[in-house]
């Protein structure tokens, strides 16, 4: 059981604003508010166009965060078909190693930056789509067991996250491994299992399956976070039926199945046994920072009554960034 007080992540990137001002704005106002103290940062070809202004913005506030590789590994994975740290082909399993590894040097810098522990896991995934093989998946945690800088190791630890699995009846998103094979290969290679609500309800287009996945990893003592990002069998503003769109509370947005009982649900079932919780959703494309802000706070005062909540602002509010 996990006693210490679980993190409170905000997947920010669904929600940023276009503009740097705006999105300054959204930053302080996760913070100044006690919404977050973590991101999940989206890691594509980098960390953004600017590791400095982002390193800025998490400094002294948001010091729990988890760096994400999905946007990066389904570009990837569209690209070429065989990228994936469970692909079968040699040269594919190989590139998928060397983003992992410009990945967790990108954490490094971070955290060099902020001069705090600002980053402290990294979400890697079973891909490719519909051909990732478990096998070597493990050989691939071997390999990264092995590897890391030449002094003192990493400062940041590995996170499987689970994503829709490949079923040929169900068109899915993701499309990776099954989550009972990546048990096996979690437990194998040392590393806890994540849930994102969505992506487990799409998997077989069933509110009910991301529950179940939790009190299952509960059960196996695997559970390191849950994520909470909507998913509906309606097309709306921000996708299709059954996409992986970040979709609000049912509140927010009729088409989610994503209630705020739901959330209660999972929340409970996993109550004492994850190290971080948070929300990742998309918001109209005109809301303003006050907006935005609101909507994500509607799912993070729901972790707040389950222990996920950030630590109380030090008095004269938030650490200031610093240019």
């Known amino acids: 059981m996990n006693t210490a007080r679980p993190a409170a992540l905000v997947g920010a990137y669904a929600a940023l604003p276009s503009q740097r001002a705006d999105q300054e704005e959204f930053y302080d106002g996760l913070a100044g508010r006690g919404i977050a103290d973590g991101l999940e940062i989206p890691f594509r070809d980098g960390l953004g166009e600017d590791i400095h202004w982002l390193a800025a913005q998490m400094r002294g506030r948001f010091t729990r965060s988890v760096i994400t590789l999905i946007p990066g590994t389904m570009t990837r994975v569209g690209a070429t078909g065989v990228f994936g740290l469970a692909s079968g082909d040699q040269d594919g399993r190989r590139a998928a190693l060397a983003f992992l590894r410009e990945a967790r040097i990108a954490a490094e810098e971070v955290n060099q930056l902020t001069g705090e522990q600002s980053v402290s896991a990294l979400h890697i995934h079973t891909a490719p789509s519909t051909t990732a093989v478990g096998e070597m998946f493990a050989r691939s945690l071997d390999e990264i067991a092995a590897g890391g800088p030449a002094a003192g190791g990493w400062s940041t630890r590995l996170v499987l996250e689970h994503c829709d699995a490949y079923a040929p009846t169900v068109p899915g998103e993701k499309r990776f491994l099954p989550l009972e094979d990546e048990i096996a290969l979690a437990r194998e290679g040392g590393i806890g299992i994540a849930i994102n609500w969505g992506r487990s309800a799409i998997e077989a287009q069933d509110p009910g399956r991301p529950l179940a996945q939790i009190e299952r990893l509960v059960a196996e003592g695997l559970l390191e976070g849950v994520m909470f990002s909507g998913a509906g069998p309606a097309a709306n503003e921000y996708g299709g039926p059954w996409a992986d769109a970040h979709l609000p509370l049912t509140e927010d947005e009729p088409t989610s199945l994503m209630d705020a009982d739901e959330v209660r649900r999972c929340l409970r079932a996993a109550e004492g046994a994850f190290s971080y919780a948070g929300a990742k959703i998309q918001v109209p494309a005109d809301a303003t920072v006050d ?33």
């Open 291 to 323: 907006e935005r802000l609101a909507r994500v706070g509607h799912i993070m005062r729901l972790l707040s009554e389950h222990g996920a909540s950030p630590a109380p602002v030090p008095a004269g509010g938030p650490v200031p960034r610093e240019a």
